[in-house]
């Protein structure tokens, strides 16, 4: 077996990897090897197979084939039947303003260390007058996709979520569906490689306690994960070191203007794959199990832990 195509790892992710995920180095070719001749024997699915992409899906199984192969399905069959928030994300102007806005950033992370990647939500900052709901959670995959191809640490070590409800009154609240939320908790839940560690909410207004519930209960059902609220930038930073935070959170991991920038560099660089992306999918009819609709995706209708996987 040829030395996999995947990016190098630092000396600490390693570790975590390794003790944490089960990775063992000299194995991982071969666990590829085993998930790609998976995908190509699966009639219905039309899947990425090339190393990184799928050591992706195996370090967020923890290296069970099972689940990674079903990880993958998950991942490819909410892309077919929602595809709504999942198609067409050519990166053009319409994103780039969106991204400019501020609503939705991802911290940069340092190259040495473990630390899980941070992004943080404002959501007062999105333009519902201009923009949908829908817009929104699109735009929010659009960076996912970029995650699971690009930081190793939002796959080995996680990612913690920062909501700054900051100036978030009823107007915003009203934009805001119970269905798209669940579709979202189950998509981490059953599809997504990276895990939600910790949720973090700041700054938190009377009129944003309903946001903070239906997030919470919609997240913590089936979610492992713990959720901080607090009142100051210097309460958040003793859970979140300043080195990770940008200078308008108290911090000194570069300023927000910075990270959209090179965010707005990194997308429009990975643009070829969004290109591409939406060639890949499932045909339903050419599963050999159980066809999967929207309502069994959404867990209204059985299970899709019922799918056998071979």
């Known amino acids: 077996m040829s030395k996999p195509n995947i990016r190098s790892l630092c000396d600490e992710l390693q570790k975590v990897a390794k003790e944490e995920l089960n990775e063992i180095e000299d194995c991982i070719g071969d666990n590829i090897e085993a998930l790609r001749d998976w995908i190509h024997k699966q ?81 007062a900052k999105f333009d519902f007058k201009r923009y949908t709901i829908t817009d929104l959670v699109k735009y929010q995959f659009i960076i996912m996709d970029w995650l699971v191809n690009n930081d190793d640490n939002v796959i080995i070590s996680g990612y913690v979520g ?44 009377k009129e944003a306690l309903t946001l903070i519930s239906l997030t919470i209960s919609c997240l913590n059902e089936k979610l492992p994960m713990k959720i901080h609220v607090h009142k100051t930038f210097d309460d958040l930073s003793k859970h979140i070191g300043k080195e990770h935070l940008p200078v308008e959170y108290g911090g000194t991991n570069s300023s927000i203007e910075e990270i959209i920038a090179q965010t707005e560099k990194d997308l429009l660089a990975f643009n070829d794959y969004f290109k591409e992306d939406d060639q890949y999918g499932v045909t339903e009819h050419l599963r050999l199990e159980k066809r999967i609709s929207t309502e069994t995706l959404l867990g209204i209708e059985g299970s899709f832990r019922k799918l056998s996987i071979d």
Request: proline share 4%; aromatic share 12%.
């Open 162 to 205: 920062i909501i700054d409800l900051s100036d978030v009154g009823l107007s915003h609240i009203a934009h805001f569906d119970l269905n798209v939320l669940k579709k979202g908790r189950m998509f981490l839940e059953k599809g997504a490689p990276g895990r939600l560690k910790e949720l973090h909410l700041i700054n938190c207004p």
């Open 43 to 123: 009639r219905h699915l039309r899947a990425r197979t090339d190393d990184q992409f799928l050591v992706a899906f195996l370090r967020g199984s923890k290296y069970s084939l099972e689940k990674a192969k079903s990880k993958i399905d998950y991942f490819y069959t909410f892309k077919t039947l929602m595809p709504e928030y999942c198609c067409n994300k050519v990166i053009d102007e319409k994103w780039l303003n969106i991204l400019r806005t501020g609503f939705y950033i991802r911290f940069p992370v340092f190259s040495n260390t473990a630390a899980p990647t941070i992004c943080l939500s404002r959501y």
